[in-house]
């Protein structure tokens, strides 16, 4: 059983940088695929990227494109996100989770608690 436990969420301007970390336990981080995802008020959690299990294969949703950035560093069991240039659209609670398998945007077996992230315009 994976637990993941996100932080580094908060509010910013518009134009601004954030960057989400998500510590895992309890499994072997590098077995895993790694994703984030993001959920706004009244609408559905939806894709945001994703990272292979050594981290050389990464997708993004268009919407982040050249924007973000995911990565990690297995030795300390961590999932990153560098957001720039963020868009009040950006506003959302934002997941880590992770899934057996090859690279993905769907079927993650584990979920952290999310981190709120506020853009201002």
């Known amino acids: 059983q994976v637990q993941l436990v996100e932080s580094g969420g908060g509010l910013v301007q518009a134009g601004g940088s954030l960057r989400l970390s998500c510590v895992a336990s309890g499994g072997t981080f590098s077995f895993y695929t790694m994703g984030w995802f993001r959920q706004a008020p009244g609408k559905e959690r939806e894709f945001v990227a994703a990272?292979?299990?050594?981290?050389?294969?990464?997708s993004y949703a268009d919407s982040v494109k050249g924007r973000f950035t995911i990565s990690r560093d297995n030795a300390k069991n961590t999932l990153y996100l560098q957001m720039n240039s963020l868009k009040p659209e950006d506003t959302a609670v934002y997941y880590c989770?992770?899934?057996?398998?090859?690279?993905?945007?769907?079927?993650?077996?584990?979920w952290g608690q999310g981190t709120q992230v506020t853009v201002s315009s």
């Open positions: 989770a992770a899934r057996r398998g090859g690279l993905g945007a769907v079927d993650y077996n584990y």
């Open positions: 990272i292979s299990w050594v981290g050389t294969r990464t």
